[in-house]
């Protein structure tokens, strides 16, 4: 096992620690939260973003039940995981994920939150291994949606992705820039929470400004994804209970407005589904609601 290290935050912040992990070949940072020993959830964030996401939400757990364990790596080129030459596939996240949870979780049944990319990967992973995963809370893990990226020709799916680096991270002034570029995008999103978020995503630049923890090439869209036939065929074999939360503001409902029926359609294949739906929630509505997200997450793994 790597190093080990505190991760202290503020007094109105649950403490976290860190642990390093060697895994498929780069050294991947795994944060953790609440007492180890305990059952276990794990966390699996999104796109562009890192593991210091789910502190809200687990803030809000931890003050009604303390007797959990959390998990929550930041994937390859994200947040304090090591980039991994060349980029990393949206397909090997999964391969990193399966290393991550036999490390902590070789056997016991598996309790999974994940948002958005993670949530993605997460319904894969709760397929290929439906007799390990018992309860999955899916924060809006909806792709392919209508009119995305995925639902253009394979041709240009591939051809974009060999085109190559999405270009230079944007970098901000100040932490302050970016925590208004967060509110003015989550306009409920606290100020306080906001400045956290920047505080542990930000890195300084040479430049003397502040850029995000995401590598340029770990920002690569997959080339290929499964087609929405093979999305069904994959939710089908899901045996897991599995909580779908969406928010009413969220690009993602904006995506599958004017199709309802591919969305109920979608749905309809988890075997065990309930839904939440946030009124007024962004895509990022464990930032936003936390409180909500964790009342219905303890309701679901009660099942």
């Known amino acids: 096992m ?102 902590y979780a070789p056997t016991e049944t598996l309790k999974i939150i994940a948002h958005s990319m993670g949530a993605n990967l997460s319904s894969i992973y709760a397929s290929a291994r439906a007799e390990r995963v018992s309860h999955f809370v899916n924060l809006e893990g909806l792709a392919p949606m209508p009119g995305g990226e995925f639902g253009k020709p394979l041709h240009y799916q591939v051809a974009r992705w060999l085109n190559g680096s999405r270009g230079r991270t944007r970098a901000y002034s100040s932490r302050e820039a970016f925590v208004e570029r967060l509110t003015q995008q989550n306009p409920r999103l606290s100020q306080t929470r906001a400045a956290f978020l920047a505080e542990h995503f930000l890195q300084a630049d040479e430049e003397g400004g502040f850029v995000p923890r995401a590598e340029v090439e770990a920002r690569q869209v997959a080339p290929i994804y499964p087609h929405p036939e093979q999305v069904k065929e994959l939710l ?66 009660a099942r």
């Open 2 to 103: 790597g190093g080990v290290h505190a991760a202290g935050v503020a007094n109105t912040f649950s403490p976290s620690w860190s642990e390093y992990l060697p895994i498929r070949g780069v050294n991947y940072h795994i944060r953790q939260w609440g007492r180890a020993g305990a059952p276990k959830v794990f966390l699996f964030h999104g796109w562009m973003d890192s593991s210091v996401t789910w502190q809200f939400v687990v803030d809000e757990i931890l003050a009604k039940d303390s007797n959990w364990h959390f998990i929550a790596p930041d994937w390859s080129g994200y947040g304090h995981s090591e980039p991994r030459p060349g980029g990393s596939m949206f397909i090997g996240f999964l391969g990193d994920m399966e290393q991550v949870i036999r490390h």
């Open 236 to 301: 089908r074999h899901i045996s897991a209970k599995v909580l779908v939360v969406r928010g009413t503001d969220s690009f993602v409902s904006e995506c599958f407005a004017g199709h309802d029926d591919v969305l109920a359609e979608r749905l309809a294949c988890y075997q065990h589904r309930s839904d939440l739906v946030l009124q007024g929630a962004s895509h990022n509505m464990h930032q936003e609601f936390p409180a909500e997200v964790a009342q219905a997450s303890l309701a679901l793994f």
